[in-house]
């Protein structure tokens, strides 16, 4: 069994363009959530999708924009690039919510904006 | 709009010791999870409280949750070198998260 995946690792983006993460979620997994998480802080909830559904989303601009697949991997899109986009984004999964063991997160794409 | 805060923000420990860390929620929930995270690592999930009352333990850390008061504590016993980390909680199915604890155990 695999974990939750994301892609790439590291990005590095000059201000005004945009950018597509990846996060392939863990097997059996219908639930994916995104988080921006900038150094010293607590995870930021950006939006959730349930089955292939947009199921809940936080305070970000529309310009931050994403997808879930059929197979439930999901994309976050970042368009029109901020120097404050510059963070960690978090990708976590789960079945049924998480109610039995949380979610699974992946180990994150450093975002770096010039 | 929903509000987590954690306090301690930072707490150094002796080893050994034992101490609580608090988060307060501001508006009804369903659940409570509780998620450790290593310098330049991941999330990594501790624990998933439900409902009032529930108490769920894993080794040294403690977890306990009042609906109610809109609290949740994690306690640490006798702590360990290997238990410095930041610590999160965060409520809601969509996981709205609290600032961390950062966590520093010293011999």
């Known amino acids: 069994e695999t974990g939750v995946t994301q892609s790439p690792t590291h990005l590095i983006k000059t201000r005004g363009q945009q950018v597509t993460l990846r996060c392939s979620s863990q097997s059996g997994h219908n639930t994916v959530s995104w988080y921006q998480q900038a150094l010293g802080q607590g995870p930021q909830f950006i939006f959730q999708y349930y089955r292939e559904e947009e199921n809940g989303r936080g305070n970000f601009p529309p310009r931050f924009s994403g997808l879930q697949f059929p197979n439930y991997s999901s994309e976050l899109n970042v368009n029109a690039l901020e120097l404050d986009d510059s963070a960690l984004y978090l990708c976590?999964?789960?079945?049924?919510?998480?109610?039995?063991?949380?979610?699974?997160f992946g180990s994150g794409t450093r975002l770096t904006v010039v | 709009e929903l509000k987590v805060e954690q306090n301690p923000l930072f707490l150094s420990m002796q080893e050994g010791k034992n101490y609580t860390i608090y988060c307060n929620y501001s508006?009804?929930?369903?659940?409570l999870y509780w998620y450790r995270q290593d310098p330049g690592k991941s999330l990594e999930s501790l624990f998933v409280l439900l409902s009032n009352g529930a108490v769920k333990q894993e080794g040294r850390l403690m977890a306990s949750l009042d609906t109610k008061a809109r609290l949740s504590t994690l306690h640490i016993t006798a702590a360990v070198h290997d238990l410095s980390a930041t610590y999160f909680c965060a409520v809601n199915n969509d996981m709205r998260f609290g600032a961390g604890t950062r966590l520093t155990v010293k011999p």
């Open positions: 976590a999964s789960s079945l049924g919510g998480g109610v039995n063991y949380g979610y699974t």
């Open positions: 508006t009804t929930s369903d659940r």
